[in-house]
């Protein structure tokens, strides 16, 4: 089957035997894959805490092939099955821990990642897949992980305290996972800004939904200017975004970070007379669980939210979509679709 792996600065694609199955795994045959910026982060090592990998790829819809002994009352061959924990939240949880009892399986400490869906076959543990129904395209794939990512995040409002009809900033509003964001936000009847750069990337997110639009450098004064925002979720990979995040909530406004900056960023400057003055929630929220997975799915379902696919390519393109990812060339996402063919 034909797999890539990120080797030696670029996207390799390699000829690899398929997979077997684990016991408790299902074989996919994969359709269609987005390409995360994760993956690019993953790939060129940006995050020191993580490591450079070489195995690219975690967010998938296919179709499976075969099961292994023990994952046959999970997934059924022919089902059709997006792959939906992200590479952070991983594949695997033990379902026994305080973590996993608690709702919280990314803290678990048996979680396992999903690395290298960029292949023609996957196999992976068959409690983790979740069943499509046919009004669900495959170009959805992105829901996987840049989808899942955001609904978590949303959801982080109502488990803190933000109710529907307050307004939300929206940070990197026109992105791969903030356009969901501004979908979902809206769809729960919060009154969403969307922050971003550029008048494009405003009218982009505005057509997702969002009541307003600002541009990043106007946004702490357009903002607070009657008081601040409830909650700020952000999804840009940059440290001037989480800054922006702190600085645009009322007092008791709640802060959810997403996204991850390259460890060459640096820290949060967080002045305490911030925290004295604003006395923020500060939270963090990656992925989600399976059932946030099937929750999504059926918000998809219904029309509520969809994934904006501005760029599909080939495997044999991706070297090339990931230097136009790297360089912010993306409304929205890109999915690898020639998988099955
Ligand atoms: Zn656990
Ligand atoms: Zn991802």
Partial sequence: MNAARYEDGKVQIHDLPVPEPQPDEALVHISAAGVCH??????KGDWTAVGAVSLIGHEAIGVVESVGAEAARFVGVGD?????LGSAGGTHWCGACEYCLGGSPRHCANARPILGTFAEYFPI???SLVNLPEEVDDLEAPLACGGLTAYGAVKKLTKHGVVPGRRVAVIGAAGGLGHYAVQMASAFGYEVIGVDMGADRLDFARSM??????EAADAVGALTADGGLDAALVFTPKIAGFELGLNVLRP???FVGVGLPPTSDGPIKLDPFTLLYKDPTVVYSAVGTVQDMRELVNLVAAGRVKTHVSRTGKLS???AIFDELGAGAYLGR???DDLAN
Wanted: aromatic residues 4%; negative net charge; hydrophobic residues 60%.
């Fill in 38 to 43: 994760s993956d690019l982060h993953l790939a």
């Fill in 80 to 84: 059709r099955v997006i792959l939906g």
């Fill in 125 to 127: 543990w068959a409690p």
């Fill in 209 to 214: 939904g969002a009541a307003d639009a600002v």
């Fill in 252 to 254: 008791g406004g709640l």
């Fill in 317 to 319: 393109e991706l070297g």
């Fill in 334 to 336: 890109a999915v690898v």
